[in-house]
């Protein structure tokens, strides 16, 4: 069995400070990890993904992601937030033979200050 | 590469109307496809999953009747809503799965609101 876990609903970070949104995972199997962002009314898109090996994983829009066996987590961050980072980000895990059934998280909405 | 597309991307219905929804991948062979719903301020619930020439696959709790699911070919599948009534009224997202690769590729969404 598989699930996500997002802590924080809801995160507010002011424009060029640190993001940092929180997901763990639990999982029987080796995990593939993805975080996906979603603008209002629209679908969701790729932000980056780990599947195997470097635990460092580079997405696009200036966000990583570590992959921590030991504490089941793969947090997202950003160095400096932009304005255009405020969005819902899902955080959602597969495995390997899951057919790419993904389990999601909650979502957390990043909210970005002037 | 990897774009799907959802048509329409909203539609007004009567309550009792049935609703067709289409998912197609535009570049690439989606051997599966995933159909979710989305309620406000909530995580995408999976409906089902379509495989290409089969039978789809329904989540415990959502009627296969209600939400008939057609997946053709390996560039469209289909979602009808049928006999519509408001609180079938969400935001529906499908997605495309390469079979080789891990990721789902999600299609625009398509927001329904039935009267």
């Known amino acids: 069995a598989q699930s996500v876990t997002q802590l924080g609903s809801h995160v507010s970070v002011s424009e060029g400070a640190l993001v940092l949104l929180r997901c763990n995972y639990s999982?029987?199997?080796?995990?593939?990890l993805f975080w996906y962002v979603q603008y209002p009314n629209q679908g969701l898109q790729l932000l980056l993904k780990y599947t195997t090996g470097a635990t460092l994983v580079k997405g696009i829009n200036g966000f990583e992601a570590e992959f921590k066996k030991s504490e089941t987590s793969f947090h997202l961050t950003k160095p400096s937030a932009h304005m255009s980072d405020a969005a819902e980000y899902f955080c959602a895990v597969s495995g390997y033979n899951q057919g790419g059934k993904l389990i999601f998280g909650q979502g957390t909405e990043l909210s970005v200050k002037p | 590469g990897a774009v799907v597309s959802q048509h329409p991307s909203w539609v007004i219905c009567k309550s009792g109307t049935s609703v067709k929804i289409e998912c197609r991948s535009l570049d690439f062979q989606a051997t599966t496809m995933f159909w979710y719903r989305q309620f406000p301020k909530q995580s995408l619930m999976l409906m089902a999953t379509s495989n290409e020439g089969s039978k789809a696959t329904y989540e415990q709790g959502v009627e296969k009747d209600k939400f008939l699911i057609n997946h053709a070919s390996l560039t469209l599948s289909t979602l009808t809503v049928t006999s519509a009534h408001p609180e079938d009224s969400s935001f529906y997202i499908c997605s495309g799965h390469r079979g080789r690769e891990e990721t789902q590729y999600f299609g625009p969404g398509t927001r329904l609101l039935v009267l």
């Open positions: 999982s029987s199997v080796p995990p593939y």
